[in-house]
């Protein structure tokens, strides 16, 4: 079973000028003596495919694809399971060469499924949005202001991005539990909710943001108040989980 993650659809998709929907039409194994590195397990192909539906890409494709992919010796994504079936391939085009693609890595290719189309609708819908977030670059400031009622405060985690500021806001109430967003603006007031899981917003955090802030990263205040700075951080990442790859 394939056990590709969201972390990778993104950043095959970043990668790639072209992502396609096609048919595996024919798989010939390239000679090993030629093939170059392979991963443990895996042999290469000569691939020939028929284009479904071309999902993002500036430049024509033609009706039936040529590339190679390595493939696993074994199991659904053999050469043997996959003639006939449909695969995603995130790719580059061949200059001149319309028939011809270059995969942005030897396995970008992921067989087809409902779901696996879904996600990569909704990424590359989220990546060509002029709205879209962009990573993080840098934990600028850590700043925690102690409110009017015991147990009331807000820290603010000041942020550069490789589009402009953000801003994480964590509030504190009295008798209930803490609460956090995130602005990608230099708005930190619109910092109101976290992003969801599996969105591109919470991918440019959770795997940018660094375990803990740097030393470069400037925290404002008393003793007490950066404490409490550094543990609503740590607390940020802990809601965000891991930036699983496979």
């Known amino acids: 079973m394939d056990q590709s993650t969201y972390v990778d659809t993104v950043e095959l998709a970043k990668k790639s000028g072209l992502v396609i929907l096609a048919r595996v039409m ?8 030629t093939s170059g590195s392979l991963l443990p397990a895996h042999r290469r192909y000569y691939a020939e495919a028929s284009t479904r539906a071309l999902l993002y890409g500036k430049s024509g494709i033609g009706g039936s694809l040529r590339y190679l992919v390595d493939l ?10 996959l003639r006939g079936k449909d695969v995603f391939l995130f790719a580059s085009p061949v200059p001149g060469h319309p028939r011809q693609i270059k995969l942005v890595e030897p396995t970008a290719q992921q067989l087809w499924s409902p779901e696996r189309e879904s996600r990569i609708r909704s990424v590359l819908r989220a990546l060509v949005s002029a709205k879209t977030s962009a990573p ?5 400031e850590l700043a925690f202001v102690q409110g009017n009622l015991a147990g009331q405060g807000l820290t603010q985690i000041f942020l550069d ?36 899981k599996e969105t591109l917003e919470w991918y ?33 990442i802990e809601a965000l989980g891991p930036c699983d790859r496979s």
């Not at 993080?136 to 600028?140: F, Q």
Request: charged share 15%; proline share 11%.
């Open 72 to 81: 696993p010796a074994t199991g659904e994504q053999s050469a043997a399971e």
């Open 204 to 236: 440019n955090l959770a795997c940018f943001l660094p375990p803990s802030p740097p030393q470069s990263a400037y925290v404002s205040g008393s003793f007490a108040a950066k404490q409490q700075a550094y543990a609503d951080y740590r607390m940020v």
């Open 136 to 140: 993080v670059t840098r934990v600028r």
């Open 161 to 196: 991005t490789k589009k402009g500021p953000a801003t994480i806001a964590v509030r504190h109430q009295p008798g209930r539990a803490e609460s956090w967003g995130v602005s990608f603006s230099a708005v930190a007031a619109g910092a109101s909710m976290p992003p969801g």
């Open 26 to 33: 024919k798989m010939e194994p390239v000679d090993t003596a």
